[in-house]
């Protein structure tokens, strides 16, 4: 962590947020998009495939990364935020988990592994630049620069997190499971946002003045509300039954849809 910056002035209570909000964001966000594999409708399919995204990319991945900037703080220097900026972090998160959930599940195709690793990558990418975008969008009186060792670390956590995010989707057929995995998603997730925030290097000048740009809280409370209500949604809709006796219902319907009116007792 470079000279003059600190990353925990709140506490270690808003980082175990962040990792409360990732791995129930990233529970959730799983247990819709095992909805895309399993449903037979095309409009059902997009439904949950862009809910997927609103929860995983919204809920599991930006906001879990935006909450520790609660704590980050420039020694002698206020701190603003770029609004366009953060508005473009969100796009990316939301962007990258929807086209990595669209390439690797494609309709009526379990997905091949080469699908699966374009959609890895895909999705390892957002990640990365996620916390890259919202570190971008802070406003200091100085300049802020990157250390390429601590970016390195943090692409590489954050493809290992998509290419486990994408298995999570793919083999998590229960409950259990889908926890197990999240739990350790979320502390991936935070640990890709913190080795980002590791490679700050900060040089601050007074003299500069910070010019645009909002307080932390003007942004992180009215979105953490949001996407509070947003779980909400997912959860009352995805949580009901198990995947498994989801798709055998969907199956026995079809094969009933399929057979011969004559064949039917009625």
Request: no cysteine; net charge negative.
């Amino acid at each position: 962590m470079g000279e003059g910056l600190e990353l925990f002035t709140m506490g270690s209570w808003v980082t175990a947020l962040a990792y409360l909000t990732s791995t129930i964001g990233v529970f959730v966000g799983v247990t819709g998009a095992r909805r895309v594999r399993t449903t037979s409708s095309e409009r059902l399919r997009s439904y949950w495939m862009i809910l997927a995204a609103l929860v995983s990319g919204g809920v599991g991945v930006w906001l879990a990364m935006f909450l520790p900037m609660a704590g980050f703080a420039v020694e002698d220097s206020v701190v603003r935020y770029d609004t366009v900026t953060i508005a473009f972090s969100v796009l990316v998160a939301l962007v990258s988990v929807y086209l990595a959930l669209f390439v690797a599940i494609p309709a009526g195709s379990p997905g091949t592994l080469g699908r699966t690793v374009v959609g890895a990558l895909v999705l390892g990418a957002g990640l990365a630049a996620v916390p890259f975008a919202v570190l971008g969008a802070v406003r200091i009186q100085g300049t802020m620069s990157f250390e390429p060792m601590w970016v390195v670390a943090s692409v590489v956590l954050a493809i290992v997190t998509a290419v486990g995010f994408l298995a999570q989707v793919k083999t998590a057929d229960t409950w259990p499971k889908r926890l197990l995995s999240s739990a350790l998603a979320g502390a991936a997730v935070v640990a890709v946002h913190f080795l980002a925030a590791a490679s700050v290097r900060v040089s601050v000048d007074p003299e500069v003045g910070v010019s645009g740009g909002i307080e932390v809280f003007s942004i992180l409370f009215p979105l953490f509300v949001v996407g509070l209500l947003l779980l909400a949604v997912p959860i009352v809709l995805v949580l009901q039954a198990p995947d498994r006796v989801a798709a055998e219902l969907e199956a026995e319907s079809e094969r009933w849809a399929a057979e011969p009116v004559e064949g039917r007792i009625v």
